[in-house]
């Protein structure tokens, strides 16, 4: 009996590395595609507005993939990564989110994007904190964007605490970023960091770290000076 306890016990923790091991190599994953977004997007030169924004950021969202699709009822997912910057000028380590959200009415199609979101002030920064972030919902947070094929919940920029700015293949009529939720992944974030943590202890209390995420944290760095 002993012998098959501890056969039993074995299995069991083998399978949970092997868990935990696959959703840290998704995570890894995801800031790959992540760094690929931000060069693609930060280091064009035909968004100067964004660059320039950018630039003045205390916080970055960068979803590398943004589904959205639907008939009357849409829906859309993507998975997602906060860094803020830091006193020193540097860029946090990441914690990670999911963006997703429903709405009602007139849409049909299907919309693949690529979308970052630039966080101008600490009042935004501290929005995205939260355990569930709605866009459009906190009182005292504006969500601006640019122009071209952009979503937002205004026409400009200006004053806004968090901008939005999407590179998007494929139509889709109607829907907007207001309405969408942002949310913790707590099962990306623990076995990157290899402890429970929480998104306030990775982006603002500096607690973890992994090198994993250091090549998205110089990309964000070097895109800062062009």
């Known amino acids: 009996m002993k012998r098959l306890l501890a056969v039993v016990c074995a299995v069991f923790t083998l399978l949970s590395f092997n868990k935990a091991h696959a959703v840290e190599q998704d995570a890894i994953q995801i800031l790959l595609e992540a760094e690929a977004t931000t060069r693609h997007v930060l280091g064009s030169k035909h968004y100067p507005e964004l660059n320039e924004a950018f630039n003045k950021a205390v916080g970055v969202v960068i979803v590398p993939r943004l589904l959205k699709g639907g008939f009357i009822i849409g829906g859309e997912y993507g998975n997602a990564v906060l860094l803020a910057k830091k006193q020193d000028g540097t860029w946090s ?10 709405s009602v009415g007139f849409q049909i199609g299907l919309k693949d994007s690529q979308m970052i979101l630039v966080i101008r002030t600490h009042v935004g920064l501290e929005a995205i904190l939260q355990d569930q972030f709605k866009a459009g919902a906190e009182a005292g947070v504006v969500i601006g964007s640019f122009g071209g094929s952009v979503e937002g919940a205004a026409t400009t ?4 605490d968090i901008i939005a700015f999407s590179l998007d293949r494929g139509l889709f009529g109607g829907g907007a970023l207001e309405g969408s939720v942002f949310a913790k992944r707590k099962d990306l974030n623990e076995a990157f960091y290899s402890e429970i943590v929480e998104p306030r202890q990775i982006v603002i209390e500096g607690a973890v770290s992994n090198p994993a995420a250091d090549s998205l944290r110089s990309t964000l760095s070097a895109l800062e000076t062009q």
């Open 93 to 102: 380590y990441p914690a990670f989110y999911t963006m997703g959200g429903g």
């Open 157 to 160: 920029a200006m004053g806004a």
